[in-house]
Each structure stands twice: as C-alpha cells, then as structure tokens.
C-alpha cells in the first residue's frame, strides 16, 4: 500500500513564504505525477500545480509567477514553495500522485491527509 505524508503547513502572514513537502512511501514502482489540490473553506478542491516524471510543470493561473513545484524522483518526495502567499491562498493543501505499485495492478491516484496553510492580514 502506498501512503503520501504532507508536511509545511502552518500560519504565515501575507506576504510571507511557505514550502510544502510530500513524502511517499510503501510499495512503489514509479510515480508518473505529483501534484499539488487544495480546498479553501466553502469552495471545491482545486488543482494548484502539477510536476511530470520528466519535470514537466503547470500551475494554476492564481499561484503562476508565485509558487514553484519541484521533485526528488530518488526520494519520492516533491515540494511545494509558495512565496507571496495572500489571504486567499488560506486552504487545505493535499498532495497527489499517479502512480505503479508493486502490490496493485494498474495506474493507482493517491491522495495525502492535507495539511492546513492560513495566510492572515
């Protein structure tokens, strides 16, 4: 079974800066896309950015210029810098990943716990 661990989150005030990580563990054979979602109060999960296995990035037209994803393919682990960080970027941020396990067959989508960003005033 594979499980994705966020961590980085907290309270900052705008204007500051915060940098997400996630860690996948377990039974792993290939992650094809790591992403980023959050979900603000009130308001669906949305896409933030996503990184390809070749390095490949897309950002959200809200976060572009902003915030940067990166990833260690040897360390299943991809990051998450968000620089700027505004009052409406206060959500929940989960983690993604498209992945091949060892011990499932077929392309698995795999989704962290979330970890909470609040930007205030």
């Known amino acids: 079974q594979v499980q994705l661990v966020e961590s980085g989150g907290g309270l900052v005030q705008g204007g500051g800066s915060l940098r997400l990580s996630c860690a996948a563990s377990?039974?792993?054979?290939?992650?094809?896309?790591m992403g980023w979602y959050r979900q603000a109060p009130g308001k669906q999960r949305e896409l933030v950015a996503f990184?390809?296995?070749?390095?490949?990035?897309t950002y959200t037209d809200s976060v572009e210029g902003r915030f940067s994803i990166s990833r260690d393919n040897a360390k299943h682990t991809w990051y998450l810098q968000m620089n700027s960080l505004k009052v409406e970027d206060t959500a929940v941020y989960y983690c993604?990943?498209?992945?091949?396990?060892?011990?499932?067959?077929?392309?698995?989508?795999?989704w962290g716990q979330g970890t909470l960003v609040t930007v205030s005033t």
């Open positions: 993604n990943a498209g992945l091949y396990s060892d011990s499932e067959v077929g392309y698995l989508e795999v």
């Open positions: 377990g039974s792993i054979l290939s992650i094809s896309t």
């Open positions: 990184i390809t296995r070749s390095g490949r990035t």
